[in-house]
């Protein structure tokens, strides 16, 4: 018998992310509350207040210490969790495993979305010791499987990490992280935008930091936007006396709102990030949400994201641990205005028409009615 979960509370939960994590909160929590749903979202170092719809609960402060969060913080939001009641919970971070296992032991129906491929993933943390890397992702691969074969509901981000857990639970789907259709547009015309270059998200080593600062060094004309938090925050000390700052525009960590005007301004995305496995099949919101902007894309030249950017003749695919083809590339689309223009639309006519949250949504929406 199908249940009408337009009576039943749903309680997301999360101990890792900001409570305004754009997939968790602005793209599923708000789709969720403007269905008719009752939706909570438990978060660690957020006011308790309602936004948009969404009960945003407040399970205890950050911690400063990854051991701290995943011990303490995990208790305050299993705690607080067993205090709302909902009958649906839907956790996003791996270290919530148990506790979705504690909630469906009490008969709740309980969701986990899988973000990325935590034990490939692992692979490539520099804060694990390499030498056990592998057994450390052997191991979590193990408990994942086992935790999630026995929950309501597996949702992902990418259908490559569905491949996996649709041979582990039955009920799974992907629910890609497209961005929204009109967040991000922009009227700006082409000839008022500045000849500037913007890289918007976690800036890391694997990320491409290194080789994109080195690229900038080719032509000094280039002004780069640089959006982000570096990660570890360490590596802003370690790169400071390296970095061309007199091309380098560094905003830090913005909010949305201000997203937005950067890339209304700038002329091209950059998402030159390490060919390892964890990014390989990863779908990256920033890609998406340039070519939403109706910005030329410039890419690792991965052979997925290759099928996404030059199908769709929206950008430039180059090997990102080679800073002159990079440089090459920038300088090409800087120089040839008509051209870029024209992959810019091209991309947000792909937004449009396929990779956008509208059409996700209702994939989410009928999962939880299906549930």
């Not at 390490?274 to 779908?283: G, K, Q, R, S, V």
């Amino acid at each position: 018998m199908q249940v009408n979960f337009m009576t039943k509370t749903i309680c997301h939960l999360t101990s890792v992310h900001q409570y305004n994590d754009t997939r968790i909160f602005h793209k599923e929590c708000v789709s969720l509350a403007r269905y008719g749903y009752p939706t909570y979202l438990i978060s660690l170092g957020c006011e308790t207040k309602k936004v948009d719809g969404v009960n945003v609960i407040s399970s205890g402060p950050k911690f400063s210490s990854k051991f701290k969060r995943m011990t303490q913080g995990v208790y305050s939001v299993y705690k607080k969790a067993i205090e709302i009641n909902a009958d649906v919970y839907h956790f996003h971070d791996p270290e919530l495993l148990f506790v979705g296992w504690l909630l469906k032991q009490k008969g709740k129906k309980v969701i986990y979305d899988v973000h990325e491929d935590v034990p490939r993933q692992i692979l490539s943390k520099p804060w694990i010791w390499k030498p056990i890397q592998t057994s450390v992702s052997i191991g979590t691969e193990k408990i994942e499987n086992f935790i999630a074969s026995k929950l309501s509901g597996i949702i992902t981000a990418t259908s490559t990490i569905a491949n996996r857990f649709s041979q582990i639970n039955k009920n799974t789907i992907a629910i890609n992280n497209y961005p929204l259709l009109e967040e991000l547009q922009t009227n700006t015309i082409w000839e008022n935008k500045k000849n500037e270059i913007c890289y918007i998200g976690g800036i890391s080593i694997v990320r491409g930091i290194v080789e994109l600062n080195k690229a900038i060094a080719f032509n000094t004309t280039i002004k780069l936007n640089l959006v982000g938090n570096f990660q570890p925050p360490s590596l802003a000390k370690e790169l400071e006396p390296h970095l061309f700052w007199k091309q380098i525009n560094y905003l830090g960590f913005v909010d949305r709102k201000k997203i937005a005007e950067i890339l209304a301004v700038s002329k091209v995305g950059m998402v030159t990030l390490h060919p390892i496995i964890n990014y390989l099949d990863a779908h990256p919101i920033k890609m998406f949400e340039y070519m939403s902007a109706g910005i030329p894309v410039i890419a690792s030249n991965f052979p997925l994201w290759k099928s996404i950017v030059e199908g769709n003749q929206c950008g430039i695919c180059i090997n990102p641990m080679n800073p002159k083809e990079i440089a090459d590339a920038i300088t090409y689309l800087l120089a040839h205005d008509k051209e870029a223009e024209q992959m810019g639309k091209n991309g947000r006519k792909a937004i449009e028409e396929k990779f956008n949250w509208e059409m996700e949504e209702q994939k989410l929406i009928a999962f939880y009615q299906n549930l």
